[in-house]
T-cell receptor, first 116, second 113 residues
Framework: GAVVSQHPSWVICKSGTSVKIECRSLDFQATTMFWYRQFPKQSLMLMATSNEGSKATYEQGVEKDKFLINHASLTLSTLTVTSAHPEDSSFYIC????????????FGPGTRLTVT | GNSVTQMEGPVTLSEEAFLTINCTYTATGYPSLFWYVQYPGEGLQLLLKATKADDKGSNKGFEATYRKETTSFHLEKGSVQVSDSAVYFCALSDHGGGFKTIFGAGTRLFVKA
């Protein structure tokens, strides 16, 4: 149980275009989803926290107009990278959790974005 | 604020050697502690966890004990295998932090045959 999927697993896009990444909880309802960014050989940097039906909370330094997050249902959150540039190339990972006592998050497999 | 510090890598060991990866944390509340593993080109997998002081998490021969007095959660394995080569992340999450998970920098482990 507790499987999180991401789609696509990798994507290449041209500079200036927008890319949408989906994160789904397959067998549970996720009250909260998180989006992370990971640069090569580095740790995960939390970008934003989203709760179903409300606006995402962005971490300091993350442009909310560039990284649009929508959490329309308890099983789906999307991250849209708008007007992508080569510096947005990265590994994007989502996670999902249920508000409970163990605070465990379930991670998706990640999406590798390359902007040319 | 909350933070996690883990030993820098890379760590290179021979097969069957003993592994320790140190992890210490700073938290204002009572966090849950985790170790995640990331194999090349893949996402994170939960390796083990502990939710309260003195709990021991274990999985696949790996162990870590939640030490509140030393604010530590060191990862250990008695005999590593080549297949254990990966990056290991120590992490914490607590209600006071809004369930956010804070990750350490990661420690890359290479195991030689």
């Amino acid at each position: 149980g507790a499987v999180v999927s991401q789609h696509p697993s990798w994507v290449i896009c041209k500079s200036g275009t927008s890319v949408k990444i989906e994160c789904r909880s397959l067998d549970f309802q996720a009250t909260t989803m998180f989006w992370y960014r990971q640069f090569p050989k580095q740790s995960l940097m939390l970008m934003a926290t989203s709760n179903e039906g409300s606006k995402a909370t962005y971490e300091q330094g993350v442009e909310k107009d560039k990284f649009l997050i929508n959490h329309a249902s308890l099983t789906l959150s999307t991250l849209t990278v708008t007007s992508a540039h080569p510096e947005d190339s990265s590994f994007y990972i989502c996670s999902a959790s249920v508000a409970s006592g163990n605070y465990e998050q379930y991670f998706g497999p990640g999406t590798r974005l390359t902007v040319t | 604020g909350n933070s996690v510090t883990q030993m820098e890598g890379p760590v290179t060991l021979s097969e069957e050697a003993f592994l320790t990866i140190n992890c210490t944390y700073t938290a204002t509340g009572y966090p849950s502690l985790f170790w995640y593993v990331q194999y090349p080109g893949e996402g994170l997998q939960l390796l083990l966890k502990a939710t309260k002081a003195d709990d021991k998490g274990s999985n696949k021969g790996f162990e870590a004990t939640y030490r509140k007095e030393t604010t530590s959660f060191h990862l250990e394995k008695g005999s590593v295998q080549v297949s254990d080569s990966a990056v290991y992340f120590c992490a914490l999450s607590d209600h006071g932090g809004g369930f956010k998970t804070i990750f350490g920098a990661g420690t890359r482990l290479f195991v030689k045959a």
